[in-house]
């Protein structure tokens, strides 16, 4: 199956307010050992694919809690769809176009224990920029949680980046966002 990318336009506000709160997540993270090295530019595209996919979710009618826009709640999912039913909850992870091939779709193995309580599942996320004042992020697919752990380990890493041992699904493994709405639906 091929995946088509759903591309999500940015507006200049949107991209304003990633880069500020991308800028206060980094200073807040700075002296904190993660899974992948803290850089302002990571945080700036995690920040971008969120909002991206909360845009996704708005133009589906779909009711959710920001999460991401808070910074007390930075230990939760990214985003939160309010079902009757029961909450589902969303991490994204966004990675820049270069990165896609080799290190995309990727969670490192020492998240799982942490992601297992905060997410159900995982919306994927590529950009091609992130120097324009309003750019589009593409929107690859999403996975439940528990076929993360299905994927093989694998070190991950290119030129002189540490290695990383990931969980990393193949772009073919990854769900369409069509039964993603019908999933949120279903409650």
């Known amino acids: 199956m091929t995946l088509k990318f759903l591309n999500i336009q940015l507006s200049e506000k ?3 307010w990633a880069r500020k709160s991308a800028a ?3 200073q807040r993270w700075a002296s904190k050992a993660g899974h ?3 850089k302002a530019r990571s945080h700036l595209i995690g920040k971008l694919g969120e909002i991206a996919v909360g ?3 708005q133009q589906h009618h779909i009711t959710f809690a920001p999460h991401f826009q808070y910074p007390d709640r930075e230990a939760r999912c990214d985003l939160e ?10 991490e994204v992870k966004t990675w820049h176009r270069q990165h896609w091939r080799d290190l995309g779709r990727c969670v490192a193995v020492k998240q799982r224990e942490h992601l297992v309580h905060k997410a159900d599942l995982i919306v994927w996320c590529v950009l091609a920029e992130t120097e324009a004042t309003a750019l589009p992020v593409s929107i690859a697919g999403w996975t ?11 070190k991950t890493g290119t030129g002189t980046m540490r290695r990383v041992e990931n969980y990393q699904l193949e772009t073919a493994a990854l769900c369409s966002l069509g039964r993603l709405i ?5 409650g």
């Open 81 to 90: 769809v309010q079902n009757t039913k029961r909450n589902l909850r969303i």
């Open 14 to 16: 949107d991209v304003a």
């Open 36 to 38: 992948y090295p803290n």
């Open 144 to 154: 439940p949680i528990e076929q993360v752990w299905e994927a093989p380990v694998r």
């Open 24 to 26: 206060q997540s980094h």
């Open 182 to 186: 019908v999933e949120i639906r279903k």
């Open 55 to 57: 845009k996704f979710l």
